[in-house]
């Protein structure tokens, strides 16, 4: 069993930068691949970063590649999304995901356990 609690969402104006993090709980944290899903209103939730624990293999969306960057700290059972370069169209709800597998995927139906979600608003 996996919870996760995100933080640091809030407001920003466009082309500023916000660092998320994803704390997990649960002892075998590092074996669980990692991601960041987005939803905006009336849209659907939608793939941004993952992270496979097996060989630390990143995937981004196309829409943040060059701007978003994935990283976890096992030690601390961390997983953060370094957001810069932000764009009003990056304003969603942002979503910390586990999944107990080495394989990455944009499948949000893969995934195993779910954070509640942290809102970044980003005005132009």
């Known amino acids: 069993q996996v919870q996760l609690v995100e933080s640091g969402g809030r407001l920003v104006q466009a082309g500023g930068s916000l660092k998320l993090s994803c704390a997990a709980s649960?002892?075998?944290?590092?074996?669980?691949?990692m991601a960041w899903f987005r939803q905006a209103p009336g849209k659907e939730r939608v793939f941004v970063a993952g992270?496979?624990?097996?060989?630390?293999?990143?995937a981004y969306a196309d829409s943040v590649k060059g701007r978003f960057t994935i990283s976890r700290d096992n030690a601390k059972n961390t997983v953060y999304l370094q957001m810069n370069g932000l764009k009003p169209e990056d304003t969603a709800v942002y979503y910390c995901?586990?999944?107990?597998?080495?394989?990455?995927?944009?499948?949000?139906?893969?995934?195993?356990?779910w954070g509640q979600g942290t809102q970044v608003t980003v005005s132009s």
């Open positions: 992270t496979s624990w097996s060989d630390g293999s990143t």
């Open positions: 995901a586990a999944r107990a597998d080495y394989r990455l995927t944009y499948n949000r139906r893969m995934y195993d356990y």
């Open positions: 649960g002892r075998t944290f590092s074996r669980y691949s």
